[in-house]
């Protein structure tokens, strides 16, 4: 059974840090690809990152460039979002996704709240 557990979450300040992890398991994720996304209330789930398998080629949405950094450790199955600056639109639930880099076999994360207070 494939289970993508997430953690790291929590309330911050604006201009705090956080970290979240994505841990993977119940299979083997050669080639999947990586990403993280996120879901404010009322708005659709957006990309915010994600990373290749091979070459960790990485992708960031305009919103979070400079400030965000999505990076993987394939031995472990996992990959991480590490959150700076943060502000308080980024306030929303982040969801981690796993893929086949056609977006296929897609696996999602349980999602973790992240709220940034002003």
């Known amino acids: 059974q494939v289970q993508l557990v997430e953690s790291g979450g929590g309330l911050v300040q604006a201009g705090g840090s956080l970290k979240l992890s994505c841990a993977a398991s119940g299979r083997t994720f050669s080639n999947y690809h990586m990403g993280w996304f996120r879901q404010a209330p009322g708005k659709a789930r957006e990309l915010i990152a994600s990373?290749?398998?091979?070459?960790?080629?990485?992708y960031y949405a305009d919103f979070v460039k400079g400030r965000f950094t999505i990076s993987r450790d394939n031995a472990k199955n996992t990959v991480y979002l590490q959150m700076n600056s943060l502000k308080p639109e980024d306030t929303a639930v982040y969801y981690c996704?796993?893929?086949?880099?056609?977006?296929?076999?897609?696996?999602w994360g349980q999602g973790s709240q992240v709220t940034v207070s002003s």
């Open positions: 996704k796993f893929s086949l880099p056609s977006g296929r076999d897609a696996y």
């Open positions: 990373i290749t398998w091979s070459d960790s080629t990485t």
